[in-house]
């Protein structure tokens, strides 16, 4: 907690530039965590922080509360939420990585989709909406074993390669075109009164 507050006399300490959300909750940057952990420790560093413990001091103390609070609200809504924790580390991790390669759908999914599209029904449209959520758990499951090769090597202490991060980059990427095509999925069964 020595990051918050000075051990000496117990005063919140100014934020830093750059400071880690991770280190905010004394945990190591990793795609899995102990939720469990992050929650105490969020609930600790907002009791030890809170505004109105400083309110007598006022001043520098009083704001420093403020901002770190501020800086610890918005760092837990982040690592409590899978996706956001994992687009926060990847851009930290490496903020320029760009996909190796545009997001493609699977072909037969889009050739599937378009299919639907010109001759919508019921059938067509459940046997498209299986064979999505195939293609979306296989997705989940290639970012899940992405996720732990990168904790693998950060937990050793080593910096995760351009081509790997790439690699999750396009994974997401695509796992965000499965997401877009099952909302329009959702649109499409509204649109046929289909429930």
Same mark, same amino acid.
């Given at each position: 907690?020595?990051?918050?507050?000075?051990? $000496?006399?117990?005063?919140?300490?100014?934020?830093?530039?750059?400071?880690?959300?991770?280190? &905010?909750?004394?945990?190591?940057? @990793?795609?899995?965590?102990?939720?469990?952990?992050?929650? %105490? %420790?969020?609930?600790?560093?907002? @009791?030890?922080?809170?505004?109105?413990?400083?309110?007598?001091?006022?001043?520098?103390?009083?704001?420093?509360?403020?901002?770190?609070?501020?800086? *610890?609200?918005?760092?837990?809504?982040?690592?409590?939420?899978?996706?956001?924790? @994992?687009?926060?580390?990847?851009?930290? =991790?490496?903020?320029?990585?760009?996909?190796?390669?545009?997001?493609?759908?699977?072909?037969?999914?889009?050739? $599937?989709?378009?299919?639907?599209?010109?001759? $919508?029904?019921?059938?067509?449209?459940?046997?498209?909406?299986?064979?999505?959520?195939?293609?979306?758990?296989? $997705?989940?499951?290639?970012?899940?074993?992405?996720? %732990?090769?990168?904790?693998?090597?950060?937990?050793?202490?080593?910096?995760?390669?351009?081509? =790997?991060?790439? #690699?999750? #980059?396009?994974?997401?990427?695509?796992?965000?075109?499965? &997401?877009?095509?099952? %909302?329009?999925?959702?649109?499409?069964? #509204?649109? *046929?009164?289909?429930?």
């Amino acid at each position: 907690m020595g990051v918050h507050v000075c051990h $000496a006399c117990g005063v919140p300490q100014p934020l830093r530039p750059g400071e880690d959300l991770f280190a &905010s909750f004394g945990l190591e940057q @990793r795609f899995a965590i102990d939720s469990g952990l992050l929650e %105490r %420790r969020f609930y600790e560093i907002s @009791r030890l922080l809170h505004p109105d413990r400083f309110a007598a001091i006022g001043g520098d103390a009083r704001r420093n509360s403020t901002e770190r609070m501020t800086f *610890l609200n918005d760092g837990y809504r982040i690592l409590k939420n899978a996706e956001k924790r @994992r687009e926060w580390l990847l851009n930290q =991790l490496a903020p320029a990585a760009s996909p190796s390669s545009a997001p493609r759908p699977p072909q037969d999914l889009a050739s $599937a989709w378009f299919d639907l599209q010109d001759d $919508a029904n019921e059938a067509a449209l459940k046997d498209f909406e299986t064979r999505l959520q195939i293609t979306q758990n296989q $997705a989940h499951e290639r970012i899940r074993t992405l996720e %732990r090769e990168l904790d693998a090597l950060l937990e050793t202490g080593s910096k995760p390669g351009p081509e =790997l991060l790439a #690699k999750m #980059k396009a994974e997401l990427l695509s796992g965000s075109y499965l &997401s877009s095509l099952e %909302r329009d999925v959702e649109r499409l069964k #509204k649109r *046929l009164f289909i429930t």
